[in-house]
């Protein structure tokens, strides 16, 4: 599927639009409710993609608005494309499908990753221990599909035209002995391997550098080919991921991700450190 086609993504063009439509318009949530007899939290939950869309949702929105026939198809074919079904809607159980479909859609990737190794380079092991202790309760077959779900992401680094990934790791993620010593031993080993590839780079923030700008916890910024779809931060929470999707919201992500980067390692030296630490847990 390529880079920006996926539903997820069609469907929040679809309903910024939407919304844009409304307020060019100069109509209110209440307005069109009214108009379209519906309640005001329909309407309120399609702008903001809580919930899907209908073709005809959509047709009597734009009627609505008074949109042109010419943009009235387009957007209508768009909740078409936006209601396909993607690889990853069979794990929707146990993932978050609107950030995996973001994922699968963009071209660079920022994530910093305090106490565990970021999803997309973790071994088979590393993941399988890791999903035992967060969740002890997982029955065999469901950790095996969570192992499933991660190396399909996986393989978006390994594409014609891959995924670009910048990782910030702290050093803290290496050392924490997830699964025992001798599957520490492997995800390190990996490590080692994947930041050879020219798609991804790999820093490691160092305990001697102390504080650092990402101290509050992890992030990931998600930035995708097509100008008119703008950059998205993604923040997993217990209870409940959240979004960022507002430009002064990601601009200080980005700002916060590259000054870590900048007090963080270089690839060289953290390739260096992740051996160094390889040795140590011999």
Same mark, same amino acid.
């Not at 809607?89 to 970021?118: H, N, S």
């Not at 393989?155 to 699964?179: S, T």
């Given at each position: 599927?390529?880079?920006?086609?996926?539903?997820?993504?069609? $469907?929040?063009?679809?309903?910024?639009?939407?919304?844009?439509?409304?307020?060019?318009?100069?109509?209110?949530?209440?307005?069109?409710?009214?108009?379209?007899?519906?309640?005001?939290?329909?309407?309120?939950?399609?702008?903001?993609?809580?919930?899907?869309?209908?073709?005809?949702?959509?047709?009597?929105?734009?009627?609505?608005?008074?949109?042109?026939?010419?943009?009235?198809?387009?957007?209508?074919?768009?909740?078409?494309?936006?209601?396909?079904?993607?690889?990853?809607?069979?794990?929707?159980?146990?993932?978050?499908?609107?950030?995996?479909?973001?994922?699968?859609?963009?071209?660079?990737?920022?994530?910093?990753?305090?106490?565990?190794?970021?999803?997309?380079?973790?071994?088979?092991?590393?993941?399988?221990?890791?999903?035992?202790?967060?969740?002890?309760?997982?029955?065999?077959?469901?950790?095996?599909?969570?192992?499933?779900?991660? $190396?399909?992401?996986?393989?978006?680094?390994?594409?014609?035209?891959?995924?670009?990934?910048?990782?910030?790791?702290?050093?803290?993620?290496?050392?924490?002995?997830?699964?025992?010593?001798?599957?520490?031993?492997?995800?390190?080993?990996?490590?080692?391997?994947?930041? $050879?590839?020219?798609?991804?780079?790999?820093?490691?923030?160092?305990?001697?550098?102390?504080?650092?700008?990402?101290?509050?916890?992890?992030?990931?910024?998600?930035?995708?080919?097509?100008?008119?779809?703008?950059?998205?931060?993604?923040?997993?929470?217990? $209870?409940?991921?959240?979004?960022?999707?507002?430009?002064?919201?990601?601009?200080?992500?980005?700002?916060?991700?590259?000054?870590?980067?900048?007090?963080?390692?270089?690839?060289?030296?953290?390739?260096?450190?992740?051996?160094?630490?390889?040795?140590?847990?011999?």
């Amino acid at each position: 599927m390529p880079r920006g086609s996926s539903p997820t993504l069609r $469907k929040r063009r679809l309903v910024s639009e939407l919304r844009r439509l409304r307020e060019a318009a100069d109509l209110t949530i209440e307005d069109v409710a009214e108009r379209l007899e519906c309640s005001a939290s329909k309407i309120s939950r399609i702008e903001t993609g809580r919930v899907g869309v209908t073709p005809r949702d959509v047709r009597d929105m734009l009627s609505a608005y008074g949109a042109d026939r010419a943009t009235s198809e387009e957007l209508v074919q768009l909740a078409r494309d936006a209601r396909r079904r993607a690889w990853w809607d069979e794990f929707g159980d146990i993932a978050p499908g609107r950030y995996v479909g973001f994922e699968a859609d963009a071209e660079w990737v920022r994530t910093y990753q305090g106490l565990m190794v970021p999803g997309l380079l973790q071994s088979e092991a590393y993941t399988r221990a890791l999903i035992r202790a967060v969740l002890p309760g997982a029955e065999p077959a469901e950790v095996d599909r969570r192992v499933e779900l991660r $190396k399909a992401r996986q393989a978006l680094l390994l594409e014609d035209d891959p995924l670009r990934l910048h990782v910030v790791v702290d050093e803290a993620a290496l050392r924490r002995l997830v699964g025992g010593p001798e599957v520490i031993a492997e995800q390190l080993a990996r490590l080692t391997e994947v930041g $050879k590839l020219r798609n991804i780079t790999l820093q490691v923030a160092p305990f001697e550098a102390g504080g650092h700008a990402a101290m509050d916890g992890p992030f990931v910024i998600l930035s995708f080919p097509e100008q008119s779809d703008p950059a998205v931060v993604y923040i997993e929470s217990p $209870k409940g991921d959240v979004y960022w999707e507002q430009p002064a919201d990601v601009a200080r992500y980005a700002d916060m991700f590259a000054r870590l980067s900048a007090q963080s390692l270089d690839p060289a030296a953290s390739s260096a450190l992740i051996g160094r630490v390889a040795r140590e847990l011999a």
